[in-house]
């Protein structure tokens, strides 16, 4: 059906920068909205960033300014849905999530996740 591959986790010090990425194949015809979560260490799942179908993007409070979600769809079978990171802090040290919701199929799908880690 879908396939989400993310790729983009990494080390980075305080103040650096990660691009993560996720190319999204399949029967992707009918999405609504592409997101980017994360879980930290004993915490829960959160929603980071999120692009709809028309563009539109929105922003956990925690982010804003730092973060920027975009979407390449020029393709009908493949989409790839980029979080550019910058100013990272020690706090958004998590497994990162790519997630997509189809209204097509009335559900939504997951990644694998990809371990960020900000450290000194």
């Known amino acids: 059906q879908v396939q989400l591959v993310e790729s983009g986790g990494g080390l980075v010090q305080p103040g650096g920068s990660l691009r993560l990425s996720c190319v999204v194949s399949?029967?992707?015809?009918?999405?609504?909205?592409m997101a980017w979560h994360r879980r930290a260490p004993g915490k829960q799942r959160e929603l980071v960033a999120r692009?709809?179908?028309?563009?539109?993007?929105?922003?956990?409070d925690f982010v804003k300014g730092r973060f920027t979600i975009s979407r390449d769809n020029a393709k009908n079978t493949v989409n790839t849905v980029t979080l550019q990171m910058n100013s990272l802090k020690s706090e958004d040290t998590a497994v990162y999530y790519c997630?997509?919701?189809?209204?097509?199929?009335?559900?939504?799908?997951w990644g694998q996740g990809t371990q960020v880690t900000v450290s000194s």
């Open positions: 997630n997509v919701f189809l209204w097509s199929l009335g559900r939504d799908f």
């Open positions: 399949g029967d992707i015809s009918g999405i609504y909205a």
């Open positions: 692009i709809f179908r028309a563009g539109t993007t929105t922003y956990a």
